[in-house]
């Protein structure tokens, strides 16, 4: 019965633990020897630096090559996979190593949520298939780290649009209320270019592209998006104090222990950031982003009668901190 137990919370727990996206990428790989996995290996930390920072340059000014070894130590997760007859590799990496890497060389890192965005297309020559491009989206935004997707383009959204209907953008803006998206990128074709607009907020941006290859058109504006999206949100933190952390907290037992444990931390205002990354064996390992540094936030913690300060051995080997989660106490 106990098993069963620990299975269940474990299994709740794992729901809170999926590695976070934005430091994950896979690549196609020609095999599983040596040199594929160093040259897979350097290709997809440079897609996640370009994923955290917004920069498509980053990998010019990190020298990934010299950094590998320490990049392949903090790799907290990899697999090969088969798609469509091809071999796939992906690679998670420790949040914190990836963060302490961009800082090193001061580059930006973009932490804030990233805003969910709409693609409604108007083509004239190929109006028909315009669902057809869903794959070629879905995979340039994946590898920019930012969520778009496009309507399902029934009779309500198609009816009467053509790029001469009057009021275009706003026709398009009042149907594409109902997929509750925050932004919208509208594509207009208009003979043989096609007409781009980025609503954001109060921003409205526009640029103008050839309409003859419609997939590297749709690939160009999905990177333009995500530039205009990290030159606005983008935060060099290395100018303002914040650290990346990892702390473990043992003897979680249940659920309510793990629930508990998170609130109270949650109460420590120099935290920016907070994620669960692992559970095993009654023990947490909790990644944070926290501001005015780590000893000023390990003095808040301190306050927290729930949290004892563990002075033997770490349980997980890249956890900075180590404390007992102490849940018996009469008084919260």
């Known amino acids: ?102 800082h090193k060389y001061h580059q930006p890192i973009w932490k804030t949520a990233r805003p969910k ?25 994946h590898l920019r780290g930012i969520e778009v997707s496009t309507p399902i383009y029934d009779f309500e959204d198609t009816q009467g649009l053509q790029a001469s209907t009057p009021d275009l953008i706003n026709v398009i803006k009042t149907r594409s209320q109902k ?5 919208l990128i509208i594509g207009i074709e208009n003979n043989d270019h096609i007409q781009w607009h980025l609503l954001s907020e109060d921003n409205h941006i526009e640029w103008t592209a050839p309409s003859k290859n419609m997939s590297s058109a749709i690939a160009n504006i999905i990177e333009h998006t995500a530039d205009f999206y990290a030159e606005e949100n983008a935060d060099y933190d290395v100018n303002h104090g914040h650290d990346a952390l990892f702390i473990e907290i043992y003897d979680v ?8 444990a998170l609130t109270k931390l949650k109460t420590i205002p120099d935290i920016q950031e907070i994620e669960t990354v ?30 004892a300060l563990n002075t033997g051995s770490n349980y997980f080997d890249r956890s900075n901190m180590s404390y007992q989660w102490i849940n018996d106490l009469k008084q919260s």
């Not at 965005?117 to 935004?141: A, C, F, G, P």
């Not at 997929?179 to 932004?183: D, K, L, V």
């Open 1 to 102: 019965m106990n098993y069963l137990l620990s299975l269940y919370f474990t299994i709740l727990i794992s729901c809170y633990v999926a590695a976070s996206p934005l430091y994950e990428a896979n690549i196609k790989m020609p095999d599983k020897s040596d040199h594929a996995w160093r040259n897979g290996l350097q290709s997809i930390a440079c897609q996640v630096f370009i994923k955290v920072s917004g920069k498509t340059n980053v990998c010019q000014i990190i020298p990934i090559n010299a950094e590998l070894k320490d990049i392949e130590e903090k790799i907290s997760q990899f697999h090969y996979h088969h798609q469509d007859e091809s071999l796939w590799l992906t690679i998670a990496f420790d949040p914190g190593f990836i963060d302490q890497t961009l």
């Open 117 to 141: 965005t709409l693609l409604w297309l108007v083509l004239e020559k190929d109006h028909q298939n315009m669902r057809s491009y869903e794959q070629i989206i879905r995979n340039e935004s």
């Open 179 to 183: 997929y509750h998206t925050s932004n």
């Open 253 to 260: 037992y249940t659920y309510t222990d793990y629930i508990k």
């Open 278 to 307: 692992e559970f095993h064996d009654h023990h947490l390992l909790i990644h944070l982003t926290v501001k005015n540094g780590v000893s000023a936030f390990a003095s808040h913690l301190e306050k927290i009668n729930h949290f």
